[in-house]
Nanobody, 117 residues
Framework: QVQLVESGGGLVQPGGSLRLSCAAS??????????MGWYRQAPGKQRDMVAA???????NYADSVKGRFTISRDNAKNTVYLQMNSLKPEDTAVYYC?????????WGQGTQVTVSS
């Protein structure tokens, strides 16, 4: 069993910031050894990778968020974060946390981020 619970979404004005959190739990995950990621899905569009972080803390970002978003992890809290700065209306989407455990990907329920004036 793996549970991922996202939080921190909401409504923000263009240029604003939000920090998303994803807490992992369950007997099926050893958080410190798991690659984690954030994805997003806008209405009518596919789910795309936003940022990812390995167990060794190597990071990877979608071109559209480089320089604005930062992914990080706190293994003591079994939590991964996504700091989002300089938000744009096109960042509006449901954001999902993902955990890679072996050959399986687990997903959270998603949190809505809306960037609008």
């Amino acid at each position: 069993q793996v549970q991922l619970v996202e939080s921190g979404g909401g409504l923000v004005q263009p240029g604003g910031s939000l920090r998303l959190s994803c807490a992992a739990s369950g007997s099926g995950i050893i958080f410190s050894t798991s690659a984690m990621g954030w994805y997003r899905q806008a209405p009518g569009k596919q789910r795309d990778m936003v940022a990812a972080i390995t167990s060794g803390r190597s990071t990877n970002y979608a071109d559209s968020v480089k320089g604005r978003f930062t992914i990080s992890r706190d293994n003591a809290k079994n939590t991964v974060y996504l700091q989002m700065n300089s938000l744009k209306p096109e960042d509006t989407a449901v954001y999902y946390c993902s955990a890679r455990v072996g050959v399986f990907n687990y997903w959270g329920q998603g949190t809505q981020v809306t960037v609008s004036s």
